[in-house]
């Protein structure tokens, strides 16, 4: 499969939360082939809850082969991915192969899924996004951050009868903090799991004002 069917995969025109599929790394995808990867088994939820979307904050590929593991649930994974590979010659970041790889394993597994068009989402990011090491001039910076507008406003999440957050991580990044803050403030619960245990209800402390 191209790059473009691959993402038609992931981001069906017709489903909710697929516009925030991020299409930067599927561009680079056309010459990769496809690895195979095996879904986790979850314990911190057992159910699809209408009422809560996921966002999953892992290293690399991992948070795609936990989505996979979610959409088995009925959640819908929108991969908010926005990095780019390294240029010729130089050293990446961040390794962004990895997760091509992982996009295309789980567009084959996601086609054999019947998830409902209006399955609620569950968000994958990758937590090594923000590694910012440059130690010389050939490292090439591929991080990146996310921003409130990689993802629905809190507005559009009540509206779309989603009132709570579960966030599976590892460590809490600050680009993430300053979003779960402004959810809360409208009223959202914010849950927390390292993936062993039952998510808990957080109070997400306000972020330090560079970070707003």
Sequence with gaps: MTGREIFKIWA??????????????????????????????INYINKMQENTAIILDLPGGDSIKEGLALAMLGFRPIPLYN???????????????VIENALIWGASELEKLELNKDAPPA????????????FNA???????????????????FIN?????????????QK???RILYKF?????TILFTNGY?????TAVKKPPSKYK
């Design 123 to 134: 968000f994958l990011a990758d937590s090594n996004r923000a590694h910012r090491f440059k």
């Design 83 to 97: 990095g780019t590979n390294g240029q010729a010659g130089a050293t990446p970041l961040v390794d962004n192969c």
């Design 160 to 172: 779309n009868k989603i009132n709570k957050v579960i966030v599976r991580e590892e460590t809490v």
């Design 12 to 41: 069906p025109v017709d489903c909710k939360w697929t516009d925030w599929v991020r299409p930067v790394p599927f561009a680079s995808i056309n010459n990769l082939y496809k690895i195979n990867f095996t879904v986790p088994v």
């Design 197 to 201: 245990e039952e998510p808990k209800v």
């Design 184 to 188: 809360q403030k409208k009223g959202i």
């Design 138 to 156: 050939s490292v090439f910076d591929n991080s990146w951050d996310l921003y409130a507008q990689d993802m629905p406003s809190a507005e559009y």
């Design 175 to 177: 680009d993430l903090i």
